[in-house]
C-alpha cells in the first residue's frame, strides 16, 4: 500500500488480495488497517463499509485516510472512514502527526519538534511517516500551506492578505516557491484561468487514466490518475473560472500519440503546447525535453545545462509542477545518487515509465 519498488510488486500483490478479500467479507476487524477508494467515484471508505461493491479494477488500497486523501479521494460519508478504530501503531503515529501539522497553524514547524511530539526519534519519524504517505513531514505541511493559498485565492482574497493567513513570511518568499508551484504568479492565478477555454479528454493507459487537455493553441494539461472524477476535479480547481468542457473528438491525434508513446510505440513526442509559466520552468521544461528516450540525468546535471548549477532545488520545484507528464518527461530526471525522487504522480509510476523506455 506504501509506493513499492518494482522488485516488490509481487508481495504488494499479495497484500492486496488479502485487503481486497477482507473488503468483499465487509469484515470490521479490519477497520483502521486500511481504507479503501474507487476510481470511478473518488470516494474512499472503511472495508466494513455496507456499500454495494465496486468490481476489483476500480480499486485501490491506502494505509492511512490522509493517504487517500493526498492522492485526491473523498471520505464517504456513510461509513466515515476518518473514525475508523485504531489499527496499526506506525499508521496511528502518522495519523497523529498529520492532526499536528494540519492544527499547528500555518507557521514553519520542524521535524525534531514533531518528533518530540510524537516522543519518536526525528529518523524514525521521517522513514515512517514517508513509507506510508509517500512523502516527508516537511512536504506534507508545505502542501497543506500551499493548498490553504491556494484556497484563499479561488475565494477572491488579496493576494497580500492570502499570503500571510498562509504562513508566508514575506512576498518574496511567496513568489519564489508559490510561482513554480502554481506555473504562475499568484495574482494571476487568482482569476482562475479567466478567459480560457479548456478541452479535456479521458483515455486509458498502462500507467492508468490519462487525462489531456488543451487550448486553441497546444495541450496544456497532461495528468495521470486512477479516478476521472479526481482527474477533472483537479483540472476545474486549477482553473475555476476557465470555460472547461469534456471533448473526446477535438484532441484525438494528440491523444493517440500520447497513447502510443505510453505503450512503447513512439519515442519522441512533438506536440504543440500552451503553458503558463515562469521564465525559470520554461528552460527547466524545455530542457528535460532534450533528454533522449531511454536515458535519465540528474538534477545537478539540469541545473548545469541550463546554466545555474546552484539552482538544484528550483529545478526539482520545476520538474514537479510540470502540467504535462509525458510530453515533458520530468520522470527521467533523478537524484545525484542514481535513486527515483519525488514524482506528481507517484513513484511506482515514474519507476514503470523509466523501466518501459528502457526495456525499448
Not at 488479502?18 to 470511478?40: I, K, N, Y
Request: charged letters at 25%; one cysteine or more.
Amino acid at each position: 500500500m506504501s509506493t513499492p519498488g518494482i522488485g516488490t510488486w509481487k508481495s504488494r500483490l499479495v497484500e492486496e488480495t488479502a485487503c481486497w478479500r477482507g473488503v468483499l467479507a465487509r469484515d470490521r476487524q479490519l477497520d483502521g488497517a486500511f481504507v479503501f477508494a474507487v476510481r470511478s467515484t473518488g470516494i474512499y471508505c472503511r472495508p466494513s463499509c455496507p456499500a454495494r461493491r465496486p468490481t476489483r479494477k476500480q480499486v485501490m488500497f491506502f494505509p492511512l485516510p490522509e493517504a487517500a486523501e493526498r492522492a485526491g479521494f473523498r471520505p464517504c460519508r456513510r461509513c466515515r472512514p476518518q473514525e475508523a478504530a485504531a489499527g496499526d501503531p506506525q499508521a496511528d503515529l502518522v495519523r497523529r502527526v498529520c492532526h499536528w501539522i494540519e492544527t499547528s497553524g500555518d507557521g514553519p514547524i520542524s521535524l525534531q519538534d514533531l518528533a518530540a511530539e510524537a516522543g519518536v526519534s526525528p529518523s524514525h519519524l521521517q522513514r515512517t511517516f514517508k513509507r506510508l504517505m509517500g512523502i516527508s513531514p516537511r512536504e506534507y505541511a508545505e502542501a497543506r500551506r500551499l493548498q490553504g493559498l491556494k484556497t484563499r485565492l479561488r475565494k477572491g482574497q488579496d493576494v497580500t492578505r492570502a499570503l500571510y493567513e498562509s504562513g508566508y513570511s514575506s512576498s518574496s518568499r511567496l513568489y519564489e516557491r508559490s510561482s513554480g508551484q502554481l506555473g504562475m504568479t499568484p495574482g494571476t492565478y487568482r482569476k482562475g484561468g479567466r478567459g480560457m477555454e479548456i478541452g479535456y479528454t479521458i483515455v486509458d493507459s498502462p500507467l492508468g487514466r490519462v487525462l489531456v487537455g488543451a487550448t486553441r493553441r497546444g495541450v496544456c494539461a497532461v495528468s495521470l490518475g486512477d479516478a476521472d472524477s479526481v482527474l477533472e476535479a483537479a483540472l476545474v480547481a486549477e482553473y475555476p473560472h476557465a470555460e472547461i468542457h469534456r471533448d473526446d473528438a477535438g484532441f484525438a491525434p494528440w491523444v493517440r500519440t500520447i497513447q502510443k508513446h505510453l505503450d512503447g510505440y513512439e519515442a519522441r513526442l512533438n506536440l504543440p503546447l500552451d503553458l503558463q509559466a515562469t521564465a525559470f520552468q520554461r528552460r527547466v521544461w524545455k530542457e528535460l525535453q532534450r533528454i533522449p528516450y531511454g536515458r535519465t540525468r540528474t538534477y545537478q546535471e539540469v541545473a548545469r545545462a541550463i546554466g545555474q548549477p546552484k539552482a538544484v532545488r528550483a529545478v526539482a520545484r520545476a520538474c514537479a509542477t510540470n502540467p504535462v507528464s509525458i510530453v515533458v518527461p520530468c520522470h527521467r530526471v533523478i537524484r545525484g545518487d542514481g535513486s527515483l525522487a519525488g514524482y506528481r504522480w507517484g513513484l511506482e509510476r515514474k519507476q514503470a515509465l523509466l523501466v518501459m523506455e528502457r526495456d525499448n
